[in-house]
């Protein structure tokens, strides 16, 4: 095996040296530096990585609100065309989250149910299928349910999104 020096160069010495030191592997020094640049990449990488799982946790709960204030608007529409019974006192809006998921019999029909939700769906923050929820009776910005119909959801996270609002705000 040659590696372009003849050993008539250095007197047969180089070759043997040369091929010993390639047998021995890595040095301790470049163990360490080679740890240590690995060690700056994971570190930088990490932060970027944690902002990317929050983010698309955010997107996840705009979607979820927007299916659930969704549904909601469904059921009010229905109600303003008389297509379901609703009780005077709720203005129209769902009694209950519940209600859309199980469905309504829609007038006119033999039990014939329409469901505005399948399921409902998991607040990405907390983890749970658990909202917040304000009645038309309650103040706009109110963090109890009066109970009397479902007009709006909201979080119960308390946590702070990444351009500074809280979740339960959104």
């Not at 927007?66 to 549904?71: H, P, V």
């Not at 203005?91 to 859309?100: I, K």
């Not at 702070?160 to 609002?165: E, I, Q």
């Amino acid at each position: 095996m040659s590696f372009g020096i003849r050993d008539s160069q250095f007197g047969g010495r180089a070759r043997r040296n040369f091929s010993a030191r390639n047998a021995a592997g890595f040095t301790l020094l470049e163990m360490i530096a080679t740890m240590a640049i690995m060690l700056i990449l994971v570190g930088a990488a990490v932060p970027a990585l944690l902002i990317q799982a929050k983010r698309a946790r955010e997107a996840e709960l705009h979607r979820c609100l927007r299916e659930l204030r969704s549904a909601i608007d469904r059921y009010k529409d229905f109600s303003d065309r008389g297509m379901i019974p609703t009780e005077a006192d709720t203005f129209g809006y769902p009694p209950d989250l519940d209600t859309l998921v199980k469905g309504v019999v829609l007038k006119g029909t033999a039990n014939a149910k329409y469901k505005f939700l399948r399921r409902i769906p998991v607040d990405p923050m907390t983890g749970k299928a658990e909202w917040g929820l304000r009645s038309m009776q309650d103040d706009p910005d109110s963090r109890s349910w009066g109970g009397q119909n479902v007009f709006d959801v909201y979080s119960l996270s308390q946590g702070t999104a990444l351009d500074g609002s809280k979740y339960a705000d959104w």
